[in-house]
């Protein structure tokens, strides 16, 4: 599989001021098989989406999508292979100065293909999938947390990209906004998009994905799936599964 | 002061003004390249330069008529108060009607584009404009940029005009008419003042938008982050106004032999 329909980072090391955030990492996101990067809040998994889409640059190690290697390229060489990854960021990142409507259409705005007849035809469908068709023209600043997400999503969904990133998609919802997204990325998922997802939300994690990778101290330290995780008898992954009171301030 | 800490604080400073550099460079590679986002930069131009007139002029009109006053009481014993239109004008639209209308629209828009720029970097804002395939620098810094290269100009000599009529106010307090008034300018400054006059602000808003946008383009964590960093964005386009205009000064001093 791992040819090229896949996303790959290889022997990857990331610092930042003297401090490893990664060290050695590989990782491999093949189509078709939903991930999530589990891990404690400041562990780097937003770092990790990142470095795959080739936000940062690594210190050593090399980042691939598809058959191209992205690493030490300046991004007008990779932005169309880039393309087939969108991703939905923690706070959404809606651009503030743009209403709803021009936040979803932005990428096909910018590539100024369609009419602008077409795009508003796709934003809207876009937008009635994670249902906030209402929000078209208000401002980011006008929604609540739940509907900035789902948004996020929107704007990810209308570029038509063949991989999701979520990035804490959950964080910070009440249940039913957290039944939501979950509900979203599984219809998504259906319609043949693979997620990865870097979370510490377990039971969102557990719902939407196949297999798990653990991250602790800059190091992969698990890969499996949900029985193998809970078989694992690796602490640091029991610790995450049921904290105890050891877990208390390690 | 140990030199490992003098040693630190001189890569940084290097490290930043070769950052600056490679930003003013791959600015001016791509500023005449498709898209040139001419929306955006509409609203750039009313948004930093059209908010700004009203400053401008408001320095402009004080600044003229201190200049004059200043003059007046100078001049009066030498029963010279006619000049006093040509050193006004001399002042204002060589030295400081470039210097003061910079100066103010560096501390009011200066420290906007970097507060703007940092927002969109702490909230992911800029990685998602990347990710969707967007040359930030096209998008976010061209079109100040050029905003800013067009504005500040104009703004000058808005504020340049002000002052001269602000210097009449007070020379016809002194009985002096408007014809005497305006033809004392042409004795003391040629074609080539006027020139330098604009030069100069177009520069200083080349520093302007350039520091703005890459202290906003750099900013990091969070809310206190950009605070910081349009404190640091206004002090630093200030100081470089000023050195600046003495290098200007200096050149163009030079070529007129
Ligand atoms: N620009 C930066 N400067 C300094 N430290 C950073 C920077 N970006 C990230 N970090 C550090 O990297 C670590 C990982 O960050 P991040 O990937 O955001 O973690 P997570 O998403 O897992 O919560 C954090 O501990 C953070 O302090
Ligand atoms: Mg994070």
Known sequence: ?250 | MNIAVIDKIMLNFFAELQGWFALAATTFARVFRRPYYYREFAVQFDKLGFSSLFICMLTGLFTGMVMALQALVQLKPFAATSYVGGMVAVTMIKELGPVLASLMVAGRVGSAITAELGTMVVTEQVDAMRVEGTDIVKRLVAPRLKAMLLALPLLTAAADAVSLLGGYIMASGYGINPTMYLKGIPQFMVFQDLIEGLVKPTFFGFLIAMTGCYVGLNTRGGAEGVGNSAKQAVVVSSVLILMFDFFLTKIFVVFRG
């Open chain 1, 1 to 250: 599989m791992s040819g090229s329909d896949s996303i790959r980072m290889e022997k990857l090391s990331y610092s930042v001021g003297g401090r490893k955030i990664l060290e050695d990492f590989d990782f491999c996101l093949d189509r078709g098989v939903n991930r999530t990067i589990l891990g404690v809040s400041g562990a780097g998994k937003t770092t990790i989406l990142k470095l795959l889409l080739g936000l940062l640059p690594p210190q050593s190690g090399r980042v691939c999508i598809g058959d191209v290697c992205i690493t030490g390229q300046p991004e007008s060489i990779f932005s169309e292979q880039r393309k087939r990854i969108a991703i939905v960021f923690q706070g959404g990142a809606l651009f503030d100065s743009m209403t709803v409507g021009e936040n979803v259409g932005y990428r096909l705005f910018e590539e100024g293909r369609l009419s602008e007849g077409e795009i508003e035809g796709i934003v809207r469908e876009k937008l009635s999938f994670v249902g906030v068709e209402e929000a078209l023209n208000l401002y980011p600043a006008e929604l609540s947390g739940g509907m900035k997400k789902r948004v996020a999503i929107a704007r990810a969904l209308a570029a038509n990209p063949d991989f999701i990133f979520f990035d804490e998609p959950t964080t910070g919802l009440d249940p039913i906004g957290v039944y939501n997204i979950c509900n979203l990325m599984q219809r998504l998922q259906a319609e043949g998009k693979t997620t990865l997802m870097v979370t510490h939300d377990l039971a969102t994690a557990f719902a939407t994905s196949e297999r798990f990778t653990f991250l602790h101290q800059a190091r992969m330290i698990f890969e499996g799936t949900e029985a193998e995780m809970r078989a694992s008898t690796i602490p640091e992954v029991q610790q995450f599964l049921q904290p105890t009171k050891e877990s208390l301030f390690v």
